[in-house]
């Protein structure tokens, strides 16, 4: 074991007559702890809520999607076969959306309303994956013609599979008696639940051949087509390749992260303030270091003359306070993990704190730890440790082997 390692070793944990300086030393490790522990653990869960988040987004929406400058698409049939010389894309269906009023007997409620394809939507929209009851398939079975609506706007307007509902568009007709909204009986068919409020309680799929007859659009026209692609990091990429593909104006193509851009942006910024907050707390425990190590040097000023008058230089003696306040950084930054990623591990398993429904989009506190935070957090901890422990060590170093023992 190296001299300086040695003495560093015996200054930490052997008895001493100061017991206020060991107060001080466990004050430290226990500050430099918590604020690891409460970085990893907060860290961890704005994670979650980010991938919780874009996961249901991206569940009930395409990665890309491709619209037309100044009114539908037409012959969409064709347009999907140009893609398929994208490598990057998996698949493509067309989609028509509009805003409409679905009402019952029980009340009337605004409806974000979205024409599908049954047939290959299921390849591109993850919301046949999140059905309650029934399917997308029935959406185009025979006799009247079928609706798919949220759990949570089921619920407000008394709506079970089965049930009668009108959809009322505002694309309607004008006769000699004024202007006539246009309605349609459907049939709900399916009921879905994405885990977002939002989408779960003013979202409804219906087939494109009757979104058409209630909006009154042109017989093979769409709104647009919905795209999945193998990476959703690169959907900006692949959105630019779909616009070029299929020969510029008037078509553009959009991105999930364009067009989520202020949320994420939103979530990026919280997680990076509440970091910045946290930091604090580690960098009070290196302040505590500080202090601890200060103390220590007035304590042992007689034990570093007689270091010094043995032999040992300035640099030794710099090196056993920095290792002195290394060890106090390395102990408490591996408790912290420690007990971080112990208490994520509890939240992730037994979900024991729960989030008001209606509030959040999820019902628990979701936990992802990316090695990458964890790394930062590693590293940033022991530099700040490290930092603190370079007054005290060149104040001990510092010191005249003459003026400490002169009233000795």
């Known amino acids: 074991m190296r001299f300086e390692l040695f003495v560093a070793l015996r200054y930490l944990f052997a008895r001493r007559r100061q017991t206020f300086i060991s107060v001080i030393s466990i004050i430290s490790v226990l500050g430099v702890a918590l604020g690891v522990a409460s970085l990893i653990v907060v860290l961890g869960v704005m994670n979650g809520f980010t991938v919780d988040i874009r996961e249901k987004i991206l569940g009930v929406n395409a990665h890309v999607i491709t619209l037309a400058a100044g009114g539908g698409v037409s012959d969409y049939p064709q347009l999907i076969k140009k893609l398929d010389g994208i490598p990057q894309v998996k698949g493509a269906t067309p989609f028509i959306y509009s805003e409409v009023m679905l009402s019952t007997r029980y009340g009337v409620k605004g409806v974000v309303l979205r024409g599908v394809d049954p047939a290959t939507a299921p390849s591109v929209l993850g919301i046949a994956d999140r059905m309650v009851s029934g399917s997308l398939a029935d959406l185009e079975r025979e006799g009247s013609p079928g609706v798919v609506i949220g759990k949570e706007l089921a619920k407000r307007l008394g709506i079970i599979v089965g049930s009668r509902v009108n959809l009322l ?53 769409v709104s647009g087509l919905e795209i999945v692609v193998d990476d959703i990091y690169s959907a900006d990429k692949v959105a630019t390749q779909v616009t070029e593909a299929l020969g510029g104006y008037p078509f553009y193509s959009r991105n999930w992260m364009e067009m989520n851009a202020n949320l994420f942006a ?90 008001p429904p209606g509030v959040y989009s999820m019902d628990h506190l979701p936990v992802l730890l990316q090695w990458q935070d964890l790394v930062a957090i590693g590293i940033g901890a022991m530099l700040l440790c490290f930092l603190a422990t370079i007054y005290p060590a060149r104040q001990a170093s510092s010191l005249e082997p003459a003026e400490a023992l002169r009233y000795e």
């Open 169 to 221: 568009s505002p694309s309607g007709e004008k006769t000699s008696a004024g202007f006539t909204p246009r309605i349609l009986a459907f049939k709900v068919v399916g009921i879905f639940s994405t885990g977002m409020f939002e989408y779960d309680s003013s979202l409804g799929f219906v087939s494109l051949d009757s979104a058409r007859e209630l909006l009154g659009m042109p017989e093979g026209t």
């Open 266 to 355: 939103a979530l990026k910024l919280e997680k990076v303030g509440m970091s910045i907050m946290l930091t604090l707390i580690v960098l009070v425990g290196s302040f505590s270091i500080i202090t601890t190590l200060v103390m220590l040097v007035m304590e042992k000023s007689r034990d570093i003359a007689i270091m010094m008058s043995m032999g040992a230089t300035k640099t030794n003696i710099r090196r056993i306070f920095m290792l002195q306040g290394s060890i106090i950084g390395l102990v408490g930054t591996s408790l912290g993990f420690v007990l971080g990623m112990g208490v994520c591990w509890l939240l992730k398993r037994y979900q024991f704190i729960k989030l």
